[in-house]
């Protein structure tokens, strides 16, 4: 698999691009990010493409359609098919979480470079300069850039040292940045397709390479508090009790219940805080956060208002008081139904078999939906980790990545023609 | 209520003797401790005692038996009654929690005194020097030198300036400390009697002064480690989690229903801690403490036996793993029936309906219960507050209080005689 090799390696050598020696962190406009640009750049050009860097760092490497023949007398100037995910990780990172969507493109047109296959439609890869969220609180600036989506919100967020995005992006651009246009107009574009890590253990499950996902889930997440009465462990009977983790716990099983009965639902606690926290006091408040997923904003909605009245039920029974407040609000992404029904074809013809999965995670392609149909391809990763040094996605199941993304261009080129 | 007057005045003025400027902490054998023992000596001799103190820094207040008359030709020595509490305090403490013990029967004697009553047993009014456990690791030690109970190891305990209970006692007495003998036999003695704040809520619920104990509860207290796996909380679909919260929420549910199925059981889970602990990452582990307390040693432990049957049902069935640390174990103490059945007969002639309690903490009398027949008589205190400032019992608790005293030694004076 000489082409896998040279995917493999390309994820090895930019794995190994950091602003913190011993392990991968790239953050948005660091010193690595701008070496990471500067070697990716190199195989993209050595895969035939133009590159350049826009003013919020994002690397975009452009290959034009093959000229017409002569005998293609269509006024219609070529669409523009778009390729990438992000370059920036996590602190501590893996090396596949971005990188794969950026440099699975570039191998793949590489190799059509190879064989002598030219595309009847531009196509542009994209190394997002920022999705994670790592160095400021707001989230894919490198997309909403390209997308014409920044605002003045997201360019007052400020980093540890108390730099603003605005300062950073008046930096990086020698003093001209001026909030961007979007790349593209609508109209002129054949659509965003993504190839990122699952993250997630389905693919795993139904021993799969590849998934090709129909839509990025809508997510509410809240902070609630219960506060009850904190008491002697030893001395408070127990129909005396106003117990706020026993309140929780109901409700956490409660809410568990729900997901499960809700087909596609997933509903976490994952941060618990007991006060007063000691083995022989009744705990009398307790914090948690609940986050709650869906692919379909009416199934989210319904189960959020399942999950109120079983909050109420409790705290009343009980005689706690509780406290809601939403700290995260998104709603659900559709991938586009014909770009993925083709990635669907090239996962069938290369997989032999292909599943729809939703993708419970944010990525690019939720701001590219706003400029383009997406599609969003899934790669297996080893017990479904990411953002962890141990984030594995094997040879075998990059092959397979890489063989669905050539046909998939190969198959959207034949449309393509038929189209006109 | 002149003489509640007295009690409530030797609260206060004995509440400010601290060694930390602001808040009420005694700690054993500190600068305050010695000045509370002053203090209550003072008030002891005034009632009559003859005041020494021991070994391990008890504060002990005599009364003789009175003469007996020339008629009364029995050879028997009279007994002893004991009463008292401790004198030592929790960092921060409240007023009444050890000291009532002690200054309520210094109250009730020098009443009898002015009355003209002399009692026809010995009485020896303790203030213990140390059951908190706050100085060192180890609780109970002033009771356990009465008593002749301390050893090796509790003098080989060292305080977080690296003194041993050895070494503080050497010095306390002048290097001249070795490990002290019972203070009495078990056959001189009618029984111990202390009075202590309830530290809970059934007599405020019950709308009453006092009440009487029957037993102090049997304790067993666990650490307990649940592993699952960690995951994005938006990527893992239910089926496919191994969430140790979820799992902890349907054992706390379980254990909840087990203890309020069970008359007398408490148990509480009131430390927490949950890992990752992310809004986003499903637990994949959590450490939490379970406190399990009755009167009956052997329903506690039928008890543990349906709890340690329900983790291993949840943790087979959501492929978790568990450990189990037992922290602590101690065996319930029954008080003794007859001196309890005239102590609540001293609290039916005074507040009119007595009802019995089960001592879901520990107290002196746990240790006293090795040398003499013990009984507990519980006073009201606000909130069930306790080890806090605003721990609280009402002048008006304090009087009923102190009238079950003075009835309970004229009462016990009384069947005394009618014994001989």
């Known amino acids: 698999m000489p082409l896998t090799d040279s995917l493999v390696q390309k994820l090895v050598v930019l794995g190994r691009v950091t602003d913190e020696p011993g392990k991968l962190t790239r953050t948005f406009l660091s010193p690595a990010m701008k070496r990471a640009n500067a070697l990716v750049a190199a195989w993209m050009k050595d895969a035939g493409l133009k590159v350049r860097v826009d003013s919020v760092g994002n690397l975009i490497g452009r290959l034009e359609a093959r000229q017409r023949s002569s005998l293609n007398t269509s006024h219609l100037e070529p669409k523009t098919l778009i390729l990438g995910s992000h370059l920036d990780t996590v602190r501590d990172a893996g090396k596949f979480d971005g990188p794969l969507g950026v440099l699975l493109p570039v191998v793949a047109l590489a190799e059509l470079k190879r064989r002598g296959i030219a595309l009847p439609f531009h196509v542009e890869v994209i190394g997002f300069s920022e999705e994670e969220g790592v160095r400021f609180a707001s989230a894919y600036l490198g997309s909403k850039g390209y997308c014409g989506k920044l605002t003045a919100a997201d360019l007052a967020m400020r980093d540890a040292e108390g730099i603003s995005v605005g300062d950073a992006l008046r930096k990086f651009t020698n003093g001209k940045f001026s909030l961007p246009e979007p790349a593209h107009k609508r109209s002129d574009l054949l ?230």
């Open 191 to 420: 659509g965003y397709v993504e190839a990122h890590i699952e993250q997630g253990p389905v693919l795993e499950a139904e021993k799969l390479s590849v998934g090709v996902v129909s839509a990025i889930a809508g997510q509410s997440r809240f902070k609630l508090t219960w506060t009850g009465q904190a008491g002697h462990a030893g001395t408070t009977p127990m129909n005396l009790r106003r117990d706020a983790l026993a309140g929780v716990a109901e409700f956490a099983v409660g809410v568990e219940a729900i997901a499960r009965r809700t087909p596609g639902l997933v509903a976490t606690i994952g941060s618990v805080i007991v006060s007063p926290g000691a083995a022989n006091v009744i705990p009398g408040q307790v914090v948690h956060t609940l986050d709650v997923r869906h692919a379909r904003d009416s199934v989210r909605r319904a189960a959020l208002m399942q999950i109120g009245r079983l909050a109420t039920r409790i705290a009343d029974e009980r005689r706690l008081t509780r406290r809601w407040q939403r700290t995260q609000e998104n709603g659900a992404v559709g991938c586009a139904p014909k770009l993925t029904a083709t990635l669907a074809r090239s996962v069938q013809a290369v997989q032999g078999k292909s599943i729809s999965l939703v993708s419970g995670a944010g990525h690019d392609a939720v701001v590219l939906s706003s400029l383009a149909p997406v599609a969003l391809l899934f790669v297996r990763t080893r017990d479904g980790l990411s953002h962890h040094p141990d984030e594995f996605t094997s040879a075998r199941d990059l092959d397979v990545a890489l063989r669905v993304m050539i046909d998939f261009l190969e198959r959207l080129a034949a449309e393509n023609l038929d189209n006109r």
